[in-house]
């Protein structure tokens, strides 16, 4: 049970939550919105027509009152004909001026509203005319009222605000717009990294295993079976991550979407490992050395995709009998270096797993260097992934 000194701080995150859902709604009823908007208006100009007038004043008429809701209701259309509204305030708060006896309102409001609208949203066309509409109007609207160069000055000064903060606001939704393409972006180019990973170390795998198969049924049937079964499981195992991956993207509402399951992570290169060696023509061995650290599970993925990615490049092209994987955990950082003994740096030539690598490792704020081998012989792959301190050892 949570004790008392824990519900103040559910209070910032309930207003957090409370204030996201409230966008959310706005976001799918902009109707809502600006129905709530022209109501909010309509109290503020209600308030000096309930507040008691000088004796020397006549009292408000209805009439005048009427004229209010006929300024505040073309609100709700503020988005969809911004400069009619615009048009129709101006024409019903000239009205309001000369052919009623009402109260004067302390802010223009249906003005501010409509010109923080068109700056927000409107194209720089339509800006331009309010512009000129707002530069002819303001000063007409003081002369007919009080002729004072104070309230000139003030007029000015509050449309120009309006404006300005509806601007920001349209810079400020022009960039949220720009980090969300480019976050789209970045979730393409992983998830077509991954993709490529899992098909090309599942196809290599299954070719190396499927050339072997015809020498092995003839000279030894019980390597050949093993070499089918290898096919197979390789086969299940990559149509197994490409459902895990396609099922991210779809929604998770959706019947039948294939369901959320974790990354791979350090413990399925054990797993991956054994598959590579019971394919047959590589002996590959798996070592570890250092306390091992619980990673993050994106650093974990990544190690995976690594290895994965070396041994692919291990099967496909450095025709090596031996190879091994090495991890070693150290304070703040994880090595993982992939040897072979094939035909050495020409096998890392070109391509794109090597890339994907570097990429990977990139992303995390680590390094990858590929080269020759201990002693100039076979190939090496280095890379060095950096781990978050708070990460505990693994006893």
Do not use: C
């Not at 503020?44 to 009427?66: C, D, I, K, N, Q």
């Not at 480019?182 to 599942?202: N, V, Y």
């Amino acid at each position: 049970m949570a004790g008392r000194g824990d519900v103040p701080g559910d209070i910032p995150g309930a207003i957090r939550g409370g204030w996201q859902r409230a966008r959310s709604w706005g976001a799918a009823n902009p109707w809502g919105v600006d129905i709530g908007i022209a109501l909010l208006v309509q109290a503020a100009m209600t308030m000096p027509f309930v507040v008691p007038r000088p004796p020397e004043l006549e009292p408000a008429s209805w009439p005048a009152y009427g004229l209010t809701t006929l300024m505040v209701l073309p609100l709700v259309w503020r988005r969809r004909a911004p400069v009619a509204v615009l048009l129709t305030v101006l024409a019903a708060s000239a009205l309001y001026r000369l052919a009623v006896e009402g109260p004067g309102q302390p802010l223009p409001y249906t003005g501010l509203v409509i010109v923080y609208t068109i700056a927000a949203l409107s194209p720089p066309w339509k800006r331009l005319v309010t512009t000129a509409l707002l530069v002819v109007a303001v000063p007409v609207s003081v002369w007919l009222n009080t002729q004072s160069v104070r309230e000139l000055t003030f007029s000015l000064f509050v449309f120009a605000a309006a404006y300005v903060f509806g601007r920001l606001q349209d810079a400020r939704q022009r960039e949220h717009r720009i980090e969300a393409e480019r976050a789209a972006a970045r979730e393409r180019a992983r998830i077509a990294r991954e993709m490529h990973d899992i098909l090309s170390h599942a196809v290599s795998l299954m070719v190396v295993q499927a050339e072997a198969g015809p020498v092995a049924v003839r000279a030894a049937p019980e390597r050949a079976e093993a070499a089918f079964e290898a096919i197979s499981a390789t086969g299940r195992d990559a149509m197994a991550q490409l459902r895990q991956m396609l099922g991210v993207l779809r929604d998770g509402s959706e019947s039948g979407a294939a369901p959320r399951e974790p990354q791979p992570d350090l413990g399925g290169i054990a797993e991956l490992v054994e598959r590579v060696r019971a394919g047959g023509g590589v002996a590959v061995t798996y070592t570890t050395e250092g306390g091992v650290r619980a990673l993050p599970a994106a650093t974990g993925a990544s190690a995976y995709r690594i290895v994965q990615e070396a041994l692919t490049n291990v099967v496909k092209h450095a025709r090596a009998r031996t190879a091994e994987v090495r991890l070693t955990h150290e304070e703040g950082v994880l090595r993982v270096t992939v040897t072979d003994d094939g035909r050495g740096p020409q096998a890392g030539s070109g391509g794109h797993g090597l890339v994907g690598i570097r990429e990977r490792a990139a992303a995390h704020g680590g390094t990858a260097a590929m080269g020759p081998g201990p002693g100039g012989r076979g190939f090496e792959v280095r890379v060095l992934l950096p781990v978050p301190s708070t990460t505990g050892v693994r006893t």
